[in-house]
């Protein structure tokens, strides 16, 4: 046997595939050429069309079995890669992944907040996850302020108005951060389909708003 050719099961569909960047070939290529495995075991990129891979594996001893036919690891290993290169060449051309695990804390917050902002973060995980988020903070938030501003504290700092400039402060930023939860829950509703979880999520969002803005009334009452 001089070479083994696998081909991506697409190859026997008759489906007319349209690629959604014209460049898909070349970047095929690129990426096959950053496989180290390929060039280790002597694997050449053959035909590449839309939905289509061909990866060509001259035959050696490197490759073999102790029977001296192709080692069936390394069929598997060019059979996953061509499938997977076939699917490659429909997507569309983006930011490579290892750009896209290199994101920061920073710029997943911050990516997460207007996803959450504008309804694009599915329902329950925008209601759990900002939730417990909010509350976590609302929660330490409030033992230090009463640890720092109730006078029966052993840690009363009223008289330090830079502290106390800061406790107000970290008062406003979770008062944003639940305005922002509120408004992501009810717009991540619309794109649920209506039942009882989306009737559920904002009727809790309409009483944490009341129950918020009867507090802040008390208060200013006072």
């Known amino acids: 046997m001089a ?5 991506n099961p697409m190859d ?3 489906t007319d595939f349209q690629p959604l960047d ?3 070939a070349q970047r095929v290529r690129d990426s096959f050429d950053k496989q180290g495995i390929m060039g280790h ?3 050449r990129l053959g035909e590449v069309r839309p939905g289509y891979c061909e990866i060509e594996l001259p035959y050696s001893d490197a490759v073999s079995q102790q029977h001296g036919f192709f080692h069936g690891g390394v069929v598997g290993t060019i059979a996953d890669s061509a499938g997977g290169f076939a699917a490659y060449s429909l997507m569309g051309a983006g930011r490579p992944m290892s750009e896209k695990k290199r994101e920061g804390a920073a710029q997943f917050m911050a990516r997460w907040c207007i996803d959450g902002w504008k309804g694009k973060i599915p329902l329950k995980p925008m209601f759990w996850g900002g939730g417990a ?3 976590i903070g609302f929660a330490l938030e409030r ?3 009463n640890m720092f501003r109730v006078p029966q504290s052993p840690y009363f700092a009223g008289e330090l108005y830079v502290l106390d400039g800061l406790l107000r402060l970290c008062e406003w ?3 944003t951060a639940f305005v922002w939860w509120c408004i992501g829950v009810w717009r991540s509703a619309d794109h649920e389909t209506p039942g009882i979880w989306p009737t559920t999520a904002r009727g809790m969002v309409a009483l944490l708003v009341i129950a918020n803005m009867a507090s802040a009334f008390m208060a200013l009452s006072r």
């Not at 070479?3 to 081909?7: E, G, M, N």
């Open 22 to 24: 014209d460049a898909f």
């Open 3 to 7: 070479a083994i050719r696998c081909r």
């Open 133 to 135: 988020v909010w509350f």
């Open 41 to 43: 075991i002597g694997a």
């Open 143 to 145: 033992g230090v302020v």
């Open 12 to 14: 026997i569909m008759t």
């Open 173 to 175: 930023i979770l008062m």
